[in-house]
C-alpha cells in the first residue's frame, strides 16, 4: 500500500494528489511540492490515505513539511502577487489592451508567475509580456479564463446568501444545461438561474440525481392516476414532497385534491412497472365510474419538456 494525500494550492482549488510515505499530515498542514511550474506550497485538504500498488506510478511525492523558512517565503510570495497585480494593470492600461486581469501567482522560488485575466476576443498581449518580464525579472505566462473560473479566484456570496460553492468547495465544474432547470421546475428565468459568473449555476447539478429518480417513479402531469376517489388526472407534482395534485372533472365541475405519492403508489403499481395498458399510460378508466369516463374519453397530455 501507497499512502497519498490530496493537496490545493488555493483556496478551493483544484485537489492535487501526492504520495506522503513517512509523512504525519493532517488537514491544514503546509507542505512542499514540485510541479510542472516549479516548486511551490501547498495545504492538504483530506486526510491521507491508502492506495493500491500500481496506481501510484505516476503520482510525485511530497518533498518535505513546510518549515518556518518556507512559511515565510509564501508569505512575502503572496505579498509580492498584490504589488504584480497593481503593476500589471498599469502596464495593461498604458498598452490599451482590452483584457480584465482577475489574478497572479508566483512560484515559491519566484522563477515564475502567471497572470489570469478574462477578455471578450483575442488579445495580442506580446508586448505586455515583454514589459512585464522587464518589470519583474522572471518567466511570464498570461493565461485567459472564462467567467465561471474568474468567479472562483475572486470569490462572493451566491442568491442564496452563502459563499459560492466554486470558491468554498467544488474542485472542478460540471456541466450544466437547461434541461436541469426544466426537470426541477424552475422558471427559466436568467435573473433566477444564472450564478455570479453569469452562466447557469452550479448547484442544478447537486440534486440532479435526486431530480432523475423521483422522474422514474411518480406520474407525469396530465397522465391519468388512481386515486382513493377514482380516476383523476394529474394536475401538478411536488418533486420535493413527492405529492401529486389529481384533478377530478365531475359534468360542470373541477376539484384538486392533493395526495402523497406514497398512498397513491400502491393503487398504481403499473406505472414503476412500465405497463402499457394501464390507465396512467393509455387514459382507460377501467371502472368506468358512472357509466362515464370510458375508452377514448380524453387521451394523455404532453409531459413537459417533451
Not at 8 to 18: P, Q, V
Amino acid at each position: 500500500m501507497t499512502k497519498v494525500v490530496n493537496v490545493r494550492f488555493r483556496d478551493a482549488g483544484k485537489a492535487y494528489r501526492f504520495t506522503c510515505d513517512g509523512l504525519s499530515l493532517g488537514i491544514g498542514d503546509s507542505v512542499i511540492v514540485e510541479t510542472e511550474q516549479g516548486i511551490d506550497l501547498a495545504h492538504v485538504c483530506e486526510e491521507p490515505y491508502d492506495l493500491e500498488q500500481g496506481g501510484s506510478e505516476d503520482i510525485l511525492p511530497i518533498k518535505r513539511i513546510a518549515n518556518e523558512a518556507d512559511l515565510k517565503a509564501y508569505d512575502e510570495k503572496c505579498a509580492k502577487e498584490k504589488e504584480a497585480l497593481v503593476k500589471c494593470r498599469e502596464l495593461i492600461a498604458k498598452r490599451n489592451l482590452e483584457m480584465n486581469l482577475v489574478d497572479c501567482a508566483f512560484t515559491l522560488d519566484g522563477k515564475k508567475v502567471v497572470f489570469y485575466f478574462t477578455a471578450d476576443g483575442r488579445v495580442d498581449f506580446r508586448e505586455l509580456v515583454k514589459d512585464l518580464a522587464y518589470a519583474f525579472h522572471t518567466r511570464i505566462e498570461l493565461r485567459q479564463i472564462g467567467s465561471r473560473d474568474q468567479a472562483k479566484l475572486v470569490g462572493g456570496i451566491g442568491i442564496c446568501g452563502r459563499e459560492l460553492c466554486c470558491c468554498s468547495f467544488l474542485n472542478h465544474f460540471a456541466p450544466v444545461n437547461l434541461k436541469l432547470a426544466r426537470q426541477q421546475g424552475l422558471s427559466l428565468n436568467p435573473g433566477k438561474l444564472n450564478g455570479a459568473c453569469g452562466r447557469l449555476m452550479c448547484c442544478l447539478q447537486f440534486e440532479k440525481e435526486a431530480y432523475e429518480d423521483a422522474h422514474n417513479r411518480l406520474p407525469e402531469q396530465g397522465k391519468r392516476i388512481r386515486t382513493p376517489e377514482g380516476v383523476g388526472v394529474v394536475f401538478d407534482v411536488n418533486y420535493i414532497e413527492e405529492t401529486i395534485s389529481v384533478k377530478f372533472t365531475n359534468e360542470n365541475e373541477t376539484e384538486i385534491q392533493k395526495y402523497p405519492w406514497e398512498e397513491l403508489e400502491p393503487l398504481n403499481p403499473d406505472i414503476k412497472s412500465g405497463c402499457k395498458n394501464c390507465p396512467a399510460r393509455n387514459g382507460r378508466n377501467p371502472r368506468k365510474d358512472n357509466g362515464g369516463d370510458g375508452e377514448g374519453s380524453g387521451g394523455d397530455a404532453p409531459s413537459d419538456g417533451e
